[in-house]
Nanobody
Framework: VQLQASGGGLVQPGGSLRLSCAASGIIFSAFHMGWYRQAPGKQRERVAEITSLGSTNYADSVKGRFTISRVNAKNTVYLQMNSLKPEDTAVYYC?????????WGQGTQVTVSS
């Protein structure tokens, strides 16, 4: 199983980035897909999740700014991040889970700084 995250980088406050996570080795449509992040010295936190049926939920800190989506035909989940703030700086991880299984990607760095 591989979860390949990409799209991170350095962006100024107020800017946008789109993260992608391409999955292989799983029946993608059967998994809930999520994005988590971990800032230095902090615990990993869930940012957003999209269920296998397409329902979404978000951390309060990103509601209205981030949008999670998935394209099952491409085995890919996205995280569109708008109005980025310095406090969004973290390593972002892709997660795939179902009732019995839980997989993690390698992470992609997002830095929001002027």
């Amino acid at each position: 199983v591989q979860l390949q995250a990409s799209g991170g980088g350095l962006v100024q406050p107020g800017g946008s980035l789109r993260l992608s996570c391409a999955a292989s080795g799983i029946i993608f449509s059967a998994f809930h897909m999520g994005w988590y992040r971990q800032a230095p010295g902090k615990q990993r936190e869930r940012v957003a999740e999209i269920t296998s049926l397409g329902s979404t939920n978000y951390a309060d800190s990103v509601k209205g700014r981030f949008t999670i989506s998935r394209v099952n035909a491409k085995n890919t989940v996205y995280l569109q991040m708008n109005s980025l703030k310095p406090e969004d700086t973290a390593v972002y991880y892709c997660n795939a889970r179902n009732r019995n299984l839980d997989y993690w990607g390698q992470g992609t760095q997002v830095t929001v700084s002027s």
